[in-house]
């Protein structure tokens, strides 16, 4: 799905094999490889991203699947100077299984932008979006090799999904775009077989077409969860979110602007402060976190992610200037 402003994505054909594809079965979170005690776990992140890309910003925000209780939470991550991610799925890997899980993103070299490659190329080719979709198909592909038993999953879910949020290059304006990293199997003999990850399935989320109403965006994962959208409870009134909008008049604005389809003209504070609080009956008791992203401030926190115990890696020819996951979250 592109709109009419879109910027396709031309990744390069794959060769046609002979494979299996997956047939369907429910997956849930949790243990994906679990017949023998020396093969590969993949510990999946189930749950939503609602998107609302505002003027001058983009808020979004992270719920855990309430239904699954060894699911973990979306996380996000840093992808280049211009995007950042929302990680769903198969985001951790132990191999062999019992050993300490190997995070994807920590496995993807950081991209540090497309610096080097000239603004004509970068703007006809898009070189920053298939930069990122390789890098994370490389990391699946050394993760799922391992993989030599039978794996179920449902013909609509990916084994991974990525949410890019940012700007694109040369003036282009917010962006949206989901990543859906799919994997076949090809049986080599008896229950062995050998699995592949096809490259990704990209889809434009923001912009729409020209003349489509601009309202907010949501991904789930596992995909087909049951309930209604943000979107959905804003333009059915929903009783909670016409409580909230009678709250506060900012957030009247807002819900105002939603349901008008300008939802990129609200102002980007008032935008954030009502998805904070439109989300927190959403999550009930599950984590979730709440951002906003900036083109000249990179990504700033409401509510931080409970990010795990471990620290990511720092890198010590990263500008000063480049966005950072680590702004501290505003009062």
Known sequence: MQGASSRPIAFPLARVLSLLVLVACAAAPGLL?????????????????????????????????????????????ALDSRHIGVLLGAVEWQIPAGAKPLRVEREVPRLGGVEGVPPSQLADENTDLEMIGVAYLEVLRKFAGRLHHRIDLRPDEPLLQLVVIGDGPGGYGPEVWLYDYHAVQEAVRGDYYQTRVLRPRT???????????????????????????????IDHNDLGIVRLARSEPKFARVVEKIQAGKANSADPADAAEFLRAAVVPLAGKSRFAVGAWTENRGLDWLVPPEEPLEKAQEDKNRPPEAPTLLRKPKP
Do not use: M, W
């Open 33 to 77: 490889a679990q017949e023998r005690d020396d093969e590969v776990v993949a510990n999946l992140a189930a749950g939503r991203v609602i998107v609302h890309v505002a003027r001058e910003s983009i808020v979004f925000a992270t719920i855990q699947q309430a239904a699954e209780a060894d699911s973990l939470a979306p996380r996000v991550v």
């Open 203 to 233: 889809t434009q989320l923001y912009p729409p077409e020209k003349h489509a109403p601009r309202t907010l965006l949501e991904v789930r994962y596992p995909p087909g969860v049951a309930g209604a959208t943000l979107q959905e409870r």
